[in-house]
């Protein structure tokens, strides 16, 4: 039989898988973890564990003395934070798989102030490199201090006292927490859009009351708003559940605000949250009451749609079986930025991520409308904040209107002209 010359070119190409495939099975044989010693290369398991890059994160949450609050639906959940941490560690090794990235999640909570810290240490001369947390302000510092040296750094998920930011900032801390010029900015920036410039305001007389207040003093002189009068709240915790309560502070909340002079909005500084729900619709006069309480700023909205939202709220309460917080989507935001940078550069070393979060290559996609990224100056994270009631946003802050040379993000909170903090410079 004579062979075509397709024929020929068949027999050709069969000899040639028939080849391929031989070697193929042989390759699949050496990779094998059921093949013999005898036939896989001495470093094959080592070769196999230096492709994956591990990068550990640990949430550190103090135990913090809080007075109850005042409602029962506003007790705190048991693991918010963590919650937020989780979830971020479950999307960052979605990607990571696919680098040879694996992120883990440990965590420590409570003791006392030393003892957090002694483990914090601990866990960085181990080798992990990053800590996202929520304690006070003195704790953080004292913690950013004990790590000084070690190649560590901490996000700081829980705490937006301003100073943490100025005058008391540290080049290992980073903030994805909101602070308190950001969040009394945006709502400032509302009120002036609606042109509802006179206010009055009460505050509590815990010492974060009067953070927040100052700060409120702050954002309304910037945005020119005018503060026609202010008085201070005092309250007794542990009496406000005495039968006859509620028929007692109908008659206080009237008399105490009878003094104020005409305005168009009260505005609330009780963080300690001890005090300002009893305000709305108990005032003397018809007034909307802004703040902590009645029309407030946020970081993050249970109840927010935009921008993708929606899948991303439901995953949380699929893992969490409840909605997301303002200290979960901090903390989320803190994991899913170790996560981004590592993406990006490859690498699972502290001080390359935290170098390529702070440049300007750094962007964070986080269910804001825009990218997110850390301020240069103070490593604060820059992001929209909601202005909105307990069950829906009302607006979304930088307000239309509102300019800046660099990004509108930077009309809320402290600007760069203005910053104390020297730590970055």
């Not at 004579?2 to 391929?20: D, E, F, I, N």
């Not at 749609?305 to 409840?322: K, P, Y």
């Not at 440049?359 to 990224?373: R, W």
Request: overall charge positive.
């Amino acid at each position: 039989m004579v062979m075509t010359q397709r024929g020929k070119t068949v027999a050709r190409s069969v000899r040639l898988r028939r080849q391929l495939l031989a070697i193929l099975g042989v390759f699949a044989a050496l990779c094998s973890p059921f093949a013999p010693d005898a036939m896989r290369p001495a470093n094959a398991g080592q070769q196999a564990a230096d492709a994956i890059t591990t990068i550990a994160i640990v949430y550190v949450k103090e135990d913090r003395e809080r007075l109850p609050p005042l409602s029962l639906l506003d007790f705190r959940p048991p693991n918010e934070g963590y919650d937020g941490a989780k979830l971020a560690i479950e999307d960052n090794n979605t990607t990571g798989r696919f680098l040879k990235q694996s992120f883990t999640l440990g965590a420590i909570i409570g003791g006392t102030r030393d003892e957090l810290i002694a483990n914090v240490v601990a866990e960085a001369k181990a080798g992990v490199g990053f800590f996202v947390v929520d304690a006070t302000a003195e704790t953080l510092l004292a913690m950013a201090d004990a790590l000084k040296g070690l190649p560590a750094v901490i996000f700081n998920a829980g705490a937006s006292d301003q100073r943490l930011r100025e005058e008391d900032c540290r080049a290992n801390v980073k903030h994805t927490s909101a602070s308190n010029a950001m969040l009394t900015d945006a709502l400032a920036q509302y009120l002036a859009w609606k042109q509802w410039r006179n206010v009055v305001m009460v505050s509590g007389p815990q010492p974060e009351d009067k953070l927040y207040a100052a700060s409120l003093r702050h954002s309304i002189k910037r945005y020119g708003l005018k503060l026609l009068a202010e008085k201070e709240f005092t309250y007794e915790p542990g009496s406000r559940r005495a039968d006859g309560g509620y028929e007692q502070v109908q008659q206080q909340i009237p008399t105490f605000t009878d003094a104020f002079p005409e305005h168009d909005v009260l505005l609330v500084a009780d963080v300690a949250n001890q005090f300002g729900a009893y305000f709305p619709y108990r005032t003397r006069t018809a007034r909307p009451v802004a703040g902590t309480h009645g029309l407030y700023p946020t970081s993050w909205h249970p109840a927010s749609e935009l921008w993708g939202a929606t899948q991303f709220q439901n995953r949380f309460q699929r893992l969490a079986g409840r909605n997301m917080n303002e200290l979960d989507y901090a903390a989320w935001m803190a994991v899913r930025s170790i996560g981004e940078a590592a993406t990006r550069t490859s690498s699972g070393e502290p001080k390359v991520l935290i170098d390529y979060m702070l440049s300007p290559k750094f962007e964070l996609a986080a269910f804001k409308g825009q990218k997110l990224t850390y301020r240069p100056w103070n490593a604060q994270i820059r992001e929209p904040i909601f202005v909105a009631t307990p069950k829906i946003h009302v607006s979304v802050s930088p307000q239309i209107g509102f300019l800046h040379q660099v990004t509108v993000l930077d009309t809320l909170g402290i600007d760069r002209p203005e910053t104390k903090c020297a730590a970055f410079n």
